[in-house]
């Protein structure tokens, strides 16, 4: 069992800048795929980005979103910087016990998940 935990979102104005932390339980963190996923009310829940072997970004966030770890504290973060107030979402973090051989961009593939965290982005 893998328990993930997000924290550091919040409000921002537009054109701000948040960081994003998931925090992995388990000894093999540095052989998962960690991924991030935003749901917006009303809306499907949308894949953001991705780290496992590559990274791997989407359409909407990629050059302004960047995905990192820390294999030594089991952390995944998700820099976000230029925040549009379309960013605004519950951001969730998940986790698949290995590498993605093909682009992880679907929330069926991984294994578990966090809580969310909510990031608010004001006009």
């Known amino acids: 069992q893998v328990q993930l935990v997000e924290s550091g979102g919040g409000l921002v104005q537009a054109g701000g800048s948040l960081r994003l932390s998931c925090a992995a339980s388990?000894?093999?963190?540095?052989?998962?795929?960690m991924g991030w996923f935003r749901q917006a009310p009303g809306k499907e829940r949308e894949f953001v980005a991705a780290s496992g072997g590559n990274t791997y970004y989407g359409d909407s966030v990629k050059d302004r979103f960047t995905i990192s770890r820390d294999t030594a504290k089991n952390t995944v973060y998700l820099q976000m910087n230029s925040l549009k107030p379309e960013d605004t979402a519950v951001y969730y973090c998940?986790?698949?016990?290995?590498?993605?051989?093909?682009?992880?961009?679907?929330?069926?593939?991984?294994?578990?998940w966090g809580q969310g965290t909510q990031v608010t982005v004001s006009s």
């Open positions: 998940a986790a698949k016990l290995s590498f993605a051989t093909t682009p992880p961009r679907m929330r069926g593939w991984y294994d578990y």
């Open positions: 388990g000894r093999t963190f540095s052989r998962y795929t």
